[in-house]
């Protein structure tokens, strides 16, 4: 039995795919429709009681949840798909910085951007100041990260991933080419990367 991923287009399930993709492992995918508000189902629940996808089956049976838990389980169970350096390597550092800056950050502002009624009784200015939030951060990265074209130079890892699918959201694909050249360029080069191309195309345009 391999992977079981529960995911949506252009979701946060667009990161799991490419791990999986670069990994190479065997993965079903089972539609959840954010549109349709399939993630609130009872049915779903069951499976993960935040109601949020991704979700991940292991093929032992283990649910995980979380995209960056996700992300890292996926990098510990395949060290030979060098999803991270090893532990004692600086550059792993690196990468986990961005990655969890992008979690913790980025995410939240997401939520906020799509789910304004949830934070208050102005959800028009609610969603313009997650903008302006996630794109403070998306300058800092631009600025330390200063990937090129990924966080670790011409290596591919998990940062890279997380980055890449995050900048798509928000309205940040027609942002991000005039103000963020790098994070743009990292983003493209994920999209061509031989192994995640098909996998990049299920939920995205090749960036320009």
């Known amino acids: ?27 079903e995918l089972r539609p959840v429709s954010i549109d349709g508000d399939a993630q609130l189902a009872a049915e779903y629940r069951r499976i993960n009681p935040m109601a949020r996808l991704p979700t991940l089956i292991l093929p032992d049976g283990t649910v ?16 030979e798909a060098g999803l991270l350096p090893p532990g004692d390597d600086p550059d792993r550092a690196k990468s986990l910085r961005w990655m969890m800056l992008a979690a913790s950050e ?12 949830r934070f208050g009784a102005e959800p028009a200015s ?16 631009e600025a330390g990260a200063a990937p090129g ?3 670790l130079g011409d290596r591919l890892s ?9 900048s798509r959201w928000m309205g940040n694909e027609d942002w991000m080419p005039d103000h963020l050249p790098r994070i743009q360029a990292l983003a493209r080069a994920v999209a061509t990367r031989p ?3 098909a996998a990049w195309a299920r939920h995205f345009e090749v960036p320009r």
Not at 64 to 79: G, N
Not at 158 to 166: G, M, P, S, Y
Request: glycine share 4%; charged share 25%.
């Open 126 to 141: 609610i969603r313009d100041r997650a903008v302006e939030m996630s794109r403070e951060i998306w300058r800092l990265i």
């Open 106 to 117: 980025l995410y939240p502002c997401v939520t906020r951007y799509d789910y304004p009624d």
């Open 1 to 27: 039995m391999g992977y079981i991923l529960y995911g949506d287009r252009r979701s946060g399930s667009a990161m799991i795919e490419l791990a999986l993709a670069e990994i190479g492992a065997e993965v």
């Open 64 to 79: 995980v949840t979380e995209s960056t838990a996700i992300l890292l389980t996926l990098e510990a169970r395949h060290p």
């Open 158 to 166: 998990l940062a890279d991933l997380t980055l890449a699918v995050l």
């Open 149 to 151: 074209p990924f966080v």
């Open 195 to 197: 192994r995640l191309a």
